[in-house]
């Protein structure tokens, strides 16, 4: 039960931080960072596939229902739950090593990106072409891996508080 609170806490904070600051930023590239994917992966690499898809539909969802939503709802909570599933898969796999969970945060925000630009282009979005991909995904991708470890490290430390 802590485990869950925990993880609700985590993301709606998230959340609120995406939503108030990081949305409202303009940063290189085109695109911020976006931290809600990173947190569902965080939690997802400690927590396993299960809690990395439950927390990656509801944060997602969140996301969607969000103003400014200019997407169809139901996008962001496809792809989180799929990104946080994957990932939750893979860190059931991992060592100990500082490396690898970047790598994954550099893979699922990829794949996550990616993954919502295709369905925006599949349900007829016409803001998303493949050249604003190109454009945008290498930047996001940078800017996710980069507040990774800051992100994995607090859910880690957050996480040993939050059992004991």
């Known amino acids: 039960m802590r ?15 995406q939503v108030t600051v990081l949305d409202n930023l303009s ?6 960072p976006d931290l809600v994917l990173v947190v569902v992966v965080a939690l997802a690499l400690t927590g396993g596939p299960v809690e ?14 969000a ?10 909570a496809l792809v989180f739950c799929l990104v946080g599933y994957a990932a939750g ?17 550099a893979v699922g ?7 919502f630009a295709l369905t925006g282009m599949t349900f007829g979005n016409l803001d998303i072409t493949w050249s604003a991909i190109g454009h945008v995904l290498p930047a996001s ?24």
Do not use: N
């Open 27 to 32: 940063l290189p590239g085109g695109a911020g």
């Open 89 to 105: 898969r893979v860190g059931s796999h991992l060592d100990e090593s500082a490396w690898v969970p970047i790598g994954v945060v």
């Open 52 to 65: 990395g898809m439950l927390g990656g539909f509801c944060a997602g969802l969140a996301l969607d229902v």
């Open 141 to 164: 991708v940078v800017y996710d891996v980069l507040l990774s470890p800051f992100v994995r490290y607090a859910v880690v430390r957050a996480d040993r508080k939050s059992v004991v």
């Open 67 to 76: 103003p400014p939503a200019t997407h169809l709802v139901g996008q962001y």
């Open 109 to 115: 925000s990829a794949v996550g990106e990616l993954l």
């Open 3 to 17: 485990r869950a609170a925990f993880s609700a806490g985590l993301l709606l904070l998230a959340i609120l931080i």
